[in-house]
């Protein structure tokens, strides 16, 4: 069925790749034109190659090549006072409404508790948590003016549900994502505005990439050191998915057809989460 969110704005934060790019080019798919941002910096204490302008302009290449509108910035979402001008302007450009937000933005950096340092812990719940939030607050202030209710889609993890070993920066990140899901689902259901999050597992990205693929990862060490804590990381269904996975769910939640589903922490990770 396609048209699922015609004539409909998105507001999408990392999206210069993976799960940002997927998500603005499926949410494009059925009709919806996009406001996208992502960082062009290489994040501190990030062991891998994180997303660029170049990465940023490929979305757009590929957006407007499904005859659809975007407007890109390169922003960083610790930045709210940036955040909020992107925001403000994109929707002026795109014709004064805005409908979706997609909260996808985030860092892993994994390691055993003793290798997690101040900093380590600071850079990932600046990104994953307060810039989830950031990105809500920036995003708000066009959706309640333009009075047509929305849909806010977060990017928790199988981690913000199930604890992840070698992970605890990230865990802590991820639960909170968790509950700001649902603390704004509570506020602002009388604005016709649902809020829910989403739980991917193991997705074929290049953070997943860049996390396995840096030498003596994290997860390694972590395993070297504890292997007992190895079965945690099974699912049921084998094998990495494709971020259109991830993708199709934003759909969902954002489409008329989740018009009864807020406050709800969807999990898509081949039984990740299943204890």
Known sequence: MAGRVEGKVAFITGAARGQGRAHALRLAEEGADIIAIDI????????????????????????????????????????????????????AELGGRLDIVAGNAGVDIVGPWHSMTPEIVRTTLDINLIGVWNTVMAALPSILEAGNGGSIVLTSSANGLKAGPWNIAYNMSK?????????????????????????????????????MGV?????????????????????????????????????????????????????????????
């Open 40 to 91: 062009d910096t290489q994040v501190e204490n990030v062991p891998y190659a994180t997303a660029t302008a170049e990465d940023l302009q490929e979305t757009v290449r590929q957006v407007e090549a499904l005859d659809r509108r975007i407007v890109a910035q390169t922003c960083d979402v610790r930045d709210l006072e940036k955040l909020k001008s992107v925001v403000a302007s994109g929707v």
């Open 215 to 275: 030498e003596k990862s994290g997860f390694t060490v972590g395993m070297e050191e504890n292997p007992l804590l190895t079965g945690m990381l099974t699912q049921w269904l084998p094998g990495m998915m494709d971020p259109r996975e991830i993708s199709n769910a934003v759909l969902y939640l954002a489409s008329d057809e989740a018009k009864w589903v807020t406050g709800h922490a969807l999990a898509v990770d081949g039984g990740m989460t299943q204890y």
């Open 175 to 211: 639960y909170g994502v968790t509950g700001l899901t649902k603390s704004f689902a509570q506020e602002l259901a009388k604005d016709g505005i649902r809020v829910n999050s989403v739980h991917p597992g193991g997705v074929d990205t290049p953070m997943a990439q860049g996390i």
